[in-house]
């Protein structure tokens, strides 16, 4: 059967053009001019795949793909945004509208082509869901949950999150759950460039939250990394209340090994639930003032919360600027703890990943940020799963395990 595709442009000429185009190449094309006229007629005909141009006069192409994303009825249907203005911005306001990916135009066939048909076969894939997670018996054992925390925005809390995420699934070849904590405009999804088909709002939305609801409403991705975004709207985020917030963590508890927490800056009810159901805390801090004054803050109140006692706290230092920092003994005479690990600045390293949704510990796990990850995931895996050889090996286990060997000889 012909693939249908639906194409929406006010540019009459453009629809002509892209119409023949399409059909040349196979599709079964329907033409739309406006968003109005998109939703009318998404009531009755279910495209493979939508190209969706984002200025158009009266609705926008943002408004009319967060519209698609919001029925359920039509919300899994593949999105291409098409737009003169190739912008960074625009992507982002894409991405965050849920569409699943972005062409300047005019576009060139070949490369639109083979988009539509990598999009329809990863819907395809997707639909019916993923399967449940497959937990072997290393890690039936408790889950362990790692909360990325610092009380100063722009630290490396989300960079390092998704870092250790992707580590610990290459590590372990096993599915973790990247949960993030923050409720407006959070990152994680943007960072493994995937679009916003389902947030913690559709979670927090359904009448019981459940297993197969919380795993419904993840975010896939190639590592094994599953993603629980945050909300696409600021008015959302009053849905994720404390209690349901606790209640999707234990459920995740129960069906991922591992669960990465990417954690807002504050210590909100919201942001303590989190801390309180994780196992290891990893405090963010930059070697300048105001950000080791936020640090050693976060250590005080953990120590009043009793965190100290219960949960592995440990505390990086991220250089995430090129300039001189302040001397190592005074950072940590500062925190009066000692630094568990240093992260290197890495120039534009982080911000490449990040435009390009592709974190350095699976683009690059060879290369210095890369063997930073695998190291650092294996270091905060669970004690049992450490010291067993896994029956297959992965690549990463196996890089690690090597340079761990060659530490002890040396
Ligand atoms: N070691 C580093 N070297 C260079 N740049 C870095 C480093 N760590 C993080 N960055 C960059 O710093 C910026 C902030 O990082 P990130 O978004 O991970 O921090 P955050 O604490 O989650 O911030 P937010 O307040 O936005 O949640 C990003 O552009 C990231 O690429
Ligand atoms: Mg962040």
């Known amino acids: ?101 972005y062409l300047a135009k005019p576009c060139d066939t070949a490369e639109l082509v083979a988009r539509i048909n990598v999009l329809i076969r990863r819907a395809e894939a997707i639909i019916p869901q993923l399967p449940a997670p497959v937990i072997t018996d ?38 973790v759950a990247l949960v993030d904590m923050v409720s407006v405009a959070g990152q994680s999804a943007l960072f493994l460039n995937q679009s916003l088909r389902n947030t913690w709002a559709d979670l927090c939305k359904m009448e019981v939250i459940d297993e197969e609801g919380v795993l419904s409403a993840m975010l896939p991705h190639e590592s094994r990394v599953r993603t629980l975004a945050s909300p696409r709207r600021p008015e959302e985020s009053e849905l994720l209340t404390p209690g349901k917030v606790k209640t999707t963590l234990e459920i995740l508890r129960s069906a991922f090994p591992y669960v990465v927490l990417d954690m807002p800056h504050d210590l909100s009810e919201r942001s303590l639930t989190g801390l309180d159901q994780s196992d290891v805390i990893l405090i963010i801090t930059q070697p300048e003032i105001a950000s080791l004054r936020a640090a050693s803050m976060a250590i005080e109140i953990f120590e009043d919360l009793k965190y100290n006692e219960q949960k592995k706290i440990y505390i990086i230092l991220n250089w995430t600027f090129p300039r001189q920092g302040l001397a190592f003994n005074d950072i940590e005479r500062m925190l009066k703890s000692k630094i568990d690990l240093i992260l290197p600045y890495a120039a534009d390293k982080f911000v490449t990943a990040l435009n390009i949704g592709n974190p350095p510990v699976l683009s690059d796990p060879e290369g210095a940020l890369g063997v930073i990850f695998e190291d650092i995931a294996m270091a905060l895996s669970k004690e049992a799963q450490r010291k067993m050889r896994p029956d297959q090996p992965t690549a990463a286990w196996k890089r690690v395990t090597d340079r761990i060997r060659t530490k002890k000889k040396g």
């Not at 442009?9 to 040349?24: G, H, I, P, T, V």
């Not at 698609?68 to 003169?84: E, G, K, Y």
């Open 138 to 175: 290393v890690a039936r054992e408790p889950a362990r949950s790692i909360a990325v925390f610092s009380l100063r925005g722009g630290s490396g809390v989300s960079t390092i999150a998704v870092n250790l995420a992707a580590g610990l699934s290459q590590l372990w070849g096993m599915q």
């Open 1 to 101: 059967m012909l693939k249908k595709v639906m194409l929406v442009d006010d540019d009459e000429m453009l629809r002509k053009m892209m119409n023949a185009l399409l059909a040349k190449q196979g599709f079964d094309v329907i033409v739309l001019e406006d968003g109005p006229k998109t939703l009318e007629e998404l009531k009755t005909t279910h495209p493979d795949i939508i190209l969706l141009d984002v200025m158009m006069p009266g609705m926008d192409g943002f408004t009319v793909c967060r519209a698609i994303r919001d029925n359920p009825a039509t919300a899994r249907i593949p999105i291409i945004m098409l737009t003169a203005l190739d912008s960074v911005e625009n992507k982002v306001k894409g991405f965050e509208a849920g569409a699943d990916d």
